[in-house]
């Protein structure tokens, strides 16, 4: 038997902070528990201290202090440093909840609001992490690799989900997939979206693929399922995805480079299931590409609700419905798709309710109302209160973890399942609304300096990979005079080891960074209140909580900065899967760093 447990890993991966001493004191500057300023690394030009104050100047402490709130009784930490609160039960299994947005403070709030709530009793029979911080950048597809292969950037090389590759090749560089070579020069946009489904508009992202057909991709069980829709059992178009050097494809989890628990689980012979905002979150198969048995990713950008009720329709393929990732109630709507799939496979099915299956050891679900309520109903009074929007879709999320601990109780696996409750990230602004600027003005202000821009990512951040590298001390000193103008939104540019932010996978680190004014969004006009992706505390102070039954150290809060010490040897490797899992999921729970998994 395992002395130290899954947990170990997979809290140590939520809690994850960049390696890097200068991503590690932004933060620490955004939080207040650090007073200097960030060192600039690269350049040595670089304005000292102008990435801290960008944190600083948006940092919101979040609805913690709503007037007459009572607040949650908890017992003061006891512990060490680190946080290893122990436990009496065995736990066979695991859910992994990620609430999409759900920053720390969020929770706090919401507790104090709701003390009867179940989020409110998970807290008092499980330990809170307040000061949990995700690895920068704050998008979802480095956040749930965050979670789920306790790496970041410098080891994933996945910055966003939509980055660049200056090794790989742009769709349709080849005659053939999968055969003969290539044509053209080597550099392309890797965008991993809705854009890539086979029917972009569809709840399914394939034709004839319903909201509970989810699409089963462990090839050799349940591949079968779906002979004729999609390719490796996928609704992911090939056709439409990046291509190596012998022309085969990139799924996401190709191009993720680092193993992921599930694929770990699944070699060891645990039974895992996921389930996610759509076909492209395949990305936590792992290195394997087939890590997940039951991997559910209904479409939410199908814009396919209902236009009365925003109810997701199987009908509905034209785009002319309601846009899920848009709309506060059809956002419920969707997040009930995931909810129904996850009770399904707690009762022993499949995520669709088909046929039998047995009850994952490793499985999980994603959450968009929060996200989608911050994004279009968003906060009141300074961030000190949600919005009632808002405030209704956490009160769907909560309602829902109750009818999850429901099921729980009635399949009998109450007693020996655990909950991980987290975000894949945070979102910002929380005490303003977003000030949103098209990032077009400054594309164009390169390029009239005769700079060549291959790919622009922007949100809360910005991310530039230049054609040409031996342009970057140009693109420079030119962005930071632009900085100057403040409609081009720009606080500071940087290189990206300024921010921890360079990556070992050759040919994907960004050449510069640019951190947005405090509130300031880079999109074009529009509805949305805030975003995420970016490098400040509203984006990375995420919610974590961990459940099991009869833990020995039941309503600690941990209020330690959670860090991850450097992965000399990951446990996620087939040579140390006997040590590091073994499977650990069978094991007491344990909450440490996981640089030593012993037997």
């Not at 040595?44 to 940092?59: D, E, L, R, Y």
């Not at 609805?63 to 006891?78: D, E, H, K, Y």
């Not at 178009?237 to 190596?244: A, G, V």
């Not at 977003?434 to 060549?452: H, R």
Request: charged fraction near 10%; hydrophobic fraction near 40%; charge should be negative.
């Amino acid at each position: 038997m395992l002395s130290r447990g899954f947990y170990a890993c997979l809290v140590c991966s939520v809690a994850l902070l960049s390696s890097a001493a200068a991503h590690r004191q932004l933060l620490q500057n955004a939080t207040g528990e650090g007073t200097s300023a960030v060192k600039a690394t690269t350049p040595a030009s670089a304005p000292t201290g102008s990435a801290a104050a960008a944190t600083t100047s948006n940092t919101s402490p979040g609805p913690s202090n709503l007037a007459g709130a009572p607040t949650i009784s908890m017992a003061a930490s006891s512990a060490s440093a680190v946080g290893i609160p122990s436990a009496t039960p065995k736990l066979n299994n695991t859910i992994l909840i990620s609430v999409d947005g759900l920053h720390s403070s969020d929770l706090t709030a919401y507790i104090a609001l709701a003390p009867n709530s179940t989020m409110a009793t998970l807290a008092k029979q499980g330990v809170l992490y307040p000061n949990a911080y995700l690895p920068g950048p704050s998008d979802s597809f480095p956040g749930i690799l965050a979670l789920t292969t306790g790496n970041n950037v410098s080891v994933t090389g996945v910055y966003y989900d939509d980055s660049y590759d200056r090794n790989l090749y742009p769709a349709g560089a080849c005659a053939v997939i999968g055969a003969a070579k290539p044509t053209g020069p080597n550099g392309t946009e890797c965008l991993f979206s809705e854009l890539q489904d086979y029917e972009t508009f569809s709840i399914g992202g394939a034709p004839g693929v319903g909201a509970f057909n989810g699409l089963a991709t462990n090839v050799t069980t349940l591949q079968t399922d779906f002979p004729t829709i999609g390719l490796n059992g996928t609704a992911v178009n090939e056709s439409t995805l990046p291509l190596d050097a012998a022309c085969d494809p990139v799924h996401a989890w190709r191009f993720n480079q680092a193993n992921t628990i599930f694929q770990v689980a699944l070699a060891a012979g645990k039974r895992t299931a996921w389930i996610d905002k759509g076909p492209y979150y395949e990305v936590v198969q792992g290195q394997t590409g087939n890590g997940v048995m039951d991997l559910y990713t209904p479409e939410i950008s199908c814009q396919c609700g209902d236009n009365q009720t925003g109810i997701p329709s199987t009908a509905i393929t034209n785009g002319l419905g309601v846009d899920l990732a848009k709309n506060i109630t059809a956002a419920r709507a969707y997040d009930e798709l995931h909810v129904q799939a996850v009770i399904n496979q707690i009762n022993g099915k499949h995520s669709s309710g088909n046929y039998a299956m047995q009850m994952p050891n490793l499985f999980g679900l994603n959450f968009q109302a929060v996200s989608v309520g911050q994004k279009y109903a968003g906060y009141q009074n300074n961030g000190t209160a949600f919005s009632p929007g808002l405030k209704a879709n956490l009160d769907y999320v909560d309602q829902s973890f109750a009818r999850i601990l429901a099921a729980l109780t009635s399949s009998g696996n109450a007693a020996t399942t655990g909950l991980v409750i987290t975000a894949k990230h945070g979102q910002q602004p929380v005490t303003t609304n977003a000030t949103l600027i098209s990032p077009t003005p400054i594309a164009t202000a390169l390029k009239n300096q005769n700079i060549s821009v291959a790919q622009f990512t922007t949100d809360d951040i910005g991310l530039i990979w230049l054609t040409s590298s031996n342009q970057t001390t140009a693109a420079l000193t030119y962005l930071r005079t632009l900085a100057s103008n403040t409609s081009y939104g720009i606080l500071d540019v940087n290189q990206p080891a300024y921010y921890g932010l360079v990556s070992n996978v050759v040919g994907r680190t960004p050449d510069l960074v640019i951190v947005p004014l405090a509130g300031v969004v880079f999109a074009s006009p529009g509805k949305k209140l805030s975003e995420h992706g970016g490098l400040m505390q509203s984006d990375l102070n995420v919610a974590l909580m961990v459940y099991a039954p009869q833990l020995a150290t039941a309503g600690t809060v941990y209020n330690s900065t959670l860090q991850l010490p450097p992965l000399a040897d990951p446990w996620f490797t087939e040579s140390s899967l006997n040590t590091a899992y073994g499977i650990a999921l069978n094991a007491a729970l344990y909450l440490s760093t996981p640089t030593k998994l012993e037997d």
